[in-house]
Nanobody, 121 residues
Framework: QVQLVESGGGLVQPGGSLRLSCAAS????????MSWYRQAPGKERELVAT????????NYADSVKGRFTISRDNAKNTVYLQMNSLKPEDTAVYYC??????????????WGRGTQVTVSS
């Protein structure tokens, strides 16, 4: 059974930091690109950061570049999102995603249930 379980969310003051974790099970973690998405109330889900299967490449949304860092530990089947200099506009539910494209027309795509991050004074 595939599971992605996020943790580490919470309430933090502007300028503060949080580290999100996503523990994966039920699939070959090291073969999947991993991403963090977020969805704020009334807004569409947006991609925050992605890391390739071996961890050699990362990409970030412009809004979080220089503040957030995605990393992974394939030995622990876990992906992380270090969030620094948090802003109120970072408030959202953060979701973990695992993706593996096996052909031009087929991919495996798994989602966690999300963890709430609230940035407020």
């Amino acid at each position: 059974q595939v599971q992605l379980v996020e943790s580490g969310g919470g309430l933090v003051q502007p300028g503060g930091s949080l580290r999100l974790s996503c523990a994966a099970s039920g699939f070959t973690f090291r073969s999947y690109a991993m991403s963090w998405y977020r969805q704020a109330p009334g807004k569409e889900r947006e991609l925050v950061a992605t890391i390739t299967s071996a961890g050699g490449s990362t990409n970030y949304a412009d809004s979080v570049k220089g503040r957030f860092t995605i990393s992974r530990d394939n030995a622990k089947n876990t992906v992380y999102l270090q969030m620094n200099s948090l802003k109120p506009e970072d408030t959202a539910v953060y979701y973990c995603n695992a993706n593996r494209r096996v052909s031009p027309s087929y991919e495996y795509d798994f989602w966690g249930r999300g963890t709430q991050v609230t940035v407020s004074s």
